[in-house]
């Protein structure tokens, strides 16, 4: 038993010094600058999304839709911090003329936030009106 351990080690010790290395050098990179690129096109910017005014949301299309954000979304949302909640929680959202967040997203009688419901933009987007269209469509049906 103890040959066969040996003769073992003494194989896979061979292996290791086959002689076979990695390439250390990596292949060179051709970078062609930003800087260097002339900018041969101008077109106006987009147009700015217009918001709705309070009070006005959009119609959900089933029971249970999530409803749209009637104003522009980019709060920030981490584990220890959720910017939606700086309106939306149940003790500043009449104070803030907000909608309160709903009984469903809460885990206890205070209002505090469920951490299955914690990154709200995961199911809320907000509604715009866009004057542009935001992806390119050559959809047909014939």
């Known amino acids: 038993m103890k040959k066969l351990f040996t003769a073992a080690a003494l194989i896979m010790a061979l292996g290791a010094c086959s002689g076979q290395q990695t390439n250390t050098q990596a292949d060179p990179v051709n970078i062609n600058s930003l800087g260097k ?9 987009d147009a700015m999304p217009l918001y709705p005014k309070r009070g006005k949301s959009i119609e959900r299309d089933f029971v249970h839709q999530p409803p749209m954000i009637p104003h522009k979304a980019d709060y920030k949302i981490t584990m220890k911090k959720n910017g939606c909640m700086s309106c939306h929680s149940w003790d500043k959202a009449e104070k803030r003329k907000a909608t309160p967040i709903d009984i469903s ?3 206890d009688e205070k209002g505090s936030l469920n951490n ?15 004057k542009q269209p935001l992806v390119e469509n050559t959809f047909s049906n014939n």
């Open 37 to 45: 690129s002339e900018i041969t096109e101008v077109r106006a910017a």
């Open 105 to 107: 997203h809460v885990k």
């Open 116 to 130: 299955q419901y914690y990154s709200c933009s995961q199911c809320h987007a907000p509604m715009a009106e866009n």
